[in-house]
């Protein structure tokens, strides 16, 4: 059975551009220009994954992703345009899974959606405890840590910052959230907090730190652990 | 200060000063008893009378003519110590003493008000030149304001308040100004005429009300409390100080709306450079992806793959164009009408250099851009979002106008952090480096198309970081592009713990 995709967005060529190169992919489009009629398809049937343009005329998208996430575990993309950055962190933090800033290339789309589906329902099985990726292996289960077969001794607050994107591995996770989930919720104000332990976790996982390989950086949204 | 109560109370040192001369001349007098004649000894009673006259008011002046009469009568005219006088001629005498002691005290009492009043004219020709001076030297304003309060303070006695129009046509009061004062001020203004004792208006009042400026071109108003209706010289020079005062207002206010008009006209003049220079940017990118893709819908049969392979490329290449551009434009123009608060998190420089790099390897497929990034670089307090396009936009330019090798350079200094991006493509001349800053200031180099707007963004991107974006040649060729921004003398401190075992 193909996949059902409802993409939301209220550009009638973009909105073009999406089914057709999606369709090409195998995948089941279905198109709502308004958040309203995103809300009546839903009710009618749940599809497996939603873009959901930023921007759209009838209001926020905060109460969409917030209705989603009531019922449903399907992963979310974000589009937006790089100015709005605030909007974009806002419905991550709401529970969106991923973004992509306009103008966007189909294969980096396609590359989202494909990471997103990995993840999906982690909040029913069991979530992602390994990952592997040039050389670098993680096993959360294990507390294990191993870079080109050495293992690498993190202190307690680097496992769990890694281990927090590792769970979420190949998925932009926000400031907010890291902070929240690693040093508690009443430190999400603190950025330098993440900076300094970033750094010193590419110091020890990254060739070169000023080029990371693994731990990115989504500037002034978050961090991704990269997956390809 | 000489108040009215202070006037109206009784002043002896006049008195002492009378019964001192009177002494005196009688002492003078008695020495000389022997020696000179009645009419000597009256001229020495003539000449107290003088003194008094000139240095006292009418009233003590006056009774010293008659004091110096009564005792000269009293201790040298025969019979003497007796007021009876015995004959005629020194009846005739004492009269004429004293009439003459009156008139002497009248003429001397006038010469000294004519020589108070020159005194004072002089000094208040004076105090209007030095005024008319200072005024001249004052930029704005308050500080013609401030001149204005010193000279009025120097000129009367009396308080003076003073309230001003702003540029709105709100009035701007003194603090502690009592609220009839502060109507009369408005009233003087509303009637563009002076108000108070001695100006058929208003004369009921004990202060003066004078307009700065006039009815076209009403500045403000002055009140002087404490004055005289008969005070005809005073309140003149009042006007003129005001006269002056209204000039250098209003000269202060036509310079502000200059200024403010040559702006405007400046910010018109950019808009226009911005809307032509804009219209070309996107103008030929649109054009040449249209082209592209007409070819492509048109000829489609006829093309060889190679060539729609060429097209495609093209269309991809120039949106992308676009897209930087409108990027740039809109960054710059919401920097640059910066209302809303700009977000400052602690950053680091490192991450965003990587974050810019995986962005440009996407462009950058041969790996000319080469990274130079200093270990354990502090934080910085900064928006990441702005930091990374301003490399972004550097990084972009050398790729586009050089060819090899360009490197980006991160170091740190105690006091500031700098980034470099250094090419080795054609250098820029030295007469054009303030020039590629300007939104829109063309340069063609290598005959590409203009940077638009993203030299222009990268400045105003570091000014708001309160640093600098400079440019210089470099010595084997190339231009080296450099990033400053002063680093916070606070670094966030936190306790990192050591590493498990």
Known sequence: MNLRLLVVEDDREIRAMMQSSLSVEGFEVQTAVSLSEARAMLQHRTPDVVVLDLGLPDGDGLALVALIRQRHSLPILIVSARHQEAEKIRLLDAGADDYLTKPFHVGELLARIRVAMRHRGTALAPAVTEHRLDGLSIDLAQRSVMLHGRALHLTPTEFKLLARLVRSAGRVVTHRQLLSDVWGPEFTEHTHYLRLYMAQLRAKIEADPAEPRHLLTETGVGYRLATA | ?501
Not at chain 2, 97 to 121: C, D, F, G, M, P
Not at chain 2, 159 to 167: D, F, H, I
């Open chain 2, 1 to 501: 200060m000489p108040s009215s109560t202070e006037t109206e109370r009784f002043e002896w040192s006049p008195w002492a000063a009378v019964a001192g001369l009177i002494l005196a001349a009688t002492l003078g007098a008695m020495v000389l008893d022997r020696d000179v004649s009645l009419t000597s000894q009256a001229m020495l009673y003539l000449l107290a009378v003088v003194v008094a006259a000139y240095n006292l008011r009418p009233l003590p002046s006056i009774a010293c003519a008659v004091a110096a009469v009564t005792a000269f009568n009293f201790f040298f005219v025969p019979p003497r110590l007796t007021f009876a006088v015995d004959s005629r001629e020194h009846v005739i005498a004492l009269a004429v003493t004293l009439v003459v002691a009156l008139v002497i005290s009248r003429l001397t009492a006038k010469l000294r008000t004519e020589t108070r009043s020159a005194q004072l004219h002089a000094s208040r020709a004076h105090q209007l030149q030095t005024l008319a001076g200072t005024l001249a030297a004052t930029t704005s304003a308050e500080a013609a304001v401030a001149v204005a309060r010193r000279a009025l303070d120097v000129a009367f006695p009396g308080r003076a308040t003073m309230v001003t129009l702003g540029s709105e046509g709100a009035d701007e009061r003194e603090a502690g100004t009592p609220d009839n004062t502060h109507d009369g001020l408005r009233a003087c203004m509303r009637e563009a005429a002076t108000l108070g004792p001695g100006t058929g208006r208003w004369p009921g009042l004990n202060a003066w009300y004078i307009p700065l400026g006039d009815a076209s071109q009403m500045q403000g108003a002055v009140c002087i409390e404490g004055v005289q209706a008969a005070d005809v010289d005073g309140l003149e020079h009042a006007q003129a100080l005001c006269a002056l005062v209204a000039q250098a207002l209003h000269r202060l206010k036509m310079a502000t709306h200059m200024l403010a008009a040559e702006a405007e006209a400046q910010r018109q003049q950019m808009q226009g450079t911005f809307l032509a220079a804009i219209s070309h940017d996107l103008r030929s990118p649109l054009a040449s992806i249209m082209g592209a893709a007409s070819a492509l819908q048109s000829q489609s049969e006829k093309l060889e793959p190679a060539e729609k392979e060429r097209l495609l490329a093209s269309i991809s290449g120039e949106a992308r164009y676009l897209s930087d551009v409108t990027e740039n434009t809109l960054q710059f123009l919401q920097l640059t009408n910066a209302s809303a608060p700009q977000q400052r998190t602690w950053e680091s420089m490192e991450e965003i250099a990587g974050a810019v790099l995986a962005r440009m390897r996407l462009r950058d497929p041969d790996h000319r851009i080469r990274a130079s990034v200093a270990k354990d670089l502090p934080l910085i307090q900064a928006d990441a979002v702005l930091i990374a396009q301003l490399l972004v936009n550097l990084l972009e330019n050398a790729l586009k106008y050089s060819q090899g090798a360009i490197d980006l350079v991160i170091r740190a200094t105690p006091t500031q952090l700098r980034a470099s991006v250094k090419d080795r493509g054609p250098s820029i001349p030295g007469a054009q480096y303030d020039q590629i800053f300007q939104p829109y200031a063309r340069n063609d180099r290598s005959g590409q198309r203009g940077a638009g707007l993203g030299l222009a963004l990268c400045r105003a991107i570091a000014q708001s970081h309160h640093g600098s974006l400079t440019v210089k040649a470099r010595q084997a060729g190339g231009n080296s592009f450099t990033f400053a921004m002063p680093l916070s003398p606070e670094q966030p401190r936190i306790d990192m713990e050591s590493a498990a075992p």
